[in-house]
């Protein structure tokens, strides 16, 4: 998903830097959130046949996020992230600051950043 959008960015330099961040973002390990409840659709045993299996934090995250971003969101969560980078001004970081207190409860330290605030922070640690 991340690649995808990736992709769509038509500014070349920004474009280049997200292909780097991109492979960084790959040393995050994987994990599923869903499983389905179709026969073939977990593995035997995941889930009952005919109930779906859907990890409690994602549904949870999907109550302020779009799906696709509770996704990304829940990843970075799992995979122990300081920081979630992001360009979605209004579809992730405004709505972090207007739920700051229920998001921050389901998402512990994670800081959600823009570039551009990654670099502030950066530079004032040193």
């Known amino acids: 998903k991340s690649l995808q959008e990736i992709l769509r960015t038509e500014n070349a330099k920004r474009n280049a830097m997200l292909q780097f961040l991109f492979m960084l973002l790959e040393q995050v390990e994987f994990h599923t959130v869903y499983y389905s409840g179709c026969i073939g659709g977990a593995p035997i045993g995941a889930t009952p046949i005919g109930g ?8 949870g995250l999907k109550g302020y996020f779009e799906p696709d971003d509770a996704d990304h969101i829940i990843q970075a969560i799992r995979g122990k992230c300081d920081f979630f980078l992001t360009l979605d001004q209004k579809t992730i970081l405004d709505r972090v600051v207007t739920h700051h207190e229920e998001i921050s409860k389901l998402c512990g330290t994670l800081a959600f950043v823009s570039p551009e605030q ?9």
């Open 52 to 59: 779906d299996e859907e990890d409690p934090l994602f549904t």
């Open 118 to 126: 990654l670099c502030a922070r950066m530079e004032a640690a040193h």
